[in-house]
């Protein structure tokens, strides 16, 4: 990879790390910044490892699991 794309991964990791943090990234703006990053297939490589290397936090914070 050129170093723009090295570049351009690494700012979508901090972005994807944001969205973690409401102080950073509102909570109603995360599906936004995950809509595009899946416009791009390096977006859809870094959400997915994203995704994968947090789920824990994700569903914690995210999923809500309704019990009977």
Same mark, same amino acid.
């Given at each position: 990879?050129?170093?723009?794309?090295?570049k351009?991964k690494?700012?979508?990791?901090?972005? &994807?790390?944001?969205?973690l943090?409401?102080?950073?990234?509102?909570?109603?703006?995360?599906?936004? @910044?995950?809509?595009?990053?899946?416009?791009? &297939? @390096?977006?859809?490589?870094? &959400?997915?490892?994203? @995704?994968?290397?947090?789920?824990?936090e994700?569903?914690?914070?995210?999923?809500?699991v309704?019990?009977?």
């Amino acid at each position: 990879t050129t170093l723009f794309h090295v570049k351009v991964k690494l700012y979508h990791f901090r972005f &994807a790390r944001w969205s973690l943090d409401s102080s950073k990234i509102r909570m109603q703006d995360v599906r936004n @910044l995950f809509r595009y990053f899946a416009s791009t &297939a @390096l977006g859809r490589s870094v &959400a997915l490892q994203f @995704l994968l290397t947090n789920w824990r936090e994700i569903n914690e914070r995210y999923i809500f699991v309704i019990e009977l």
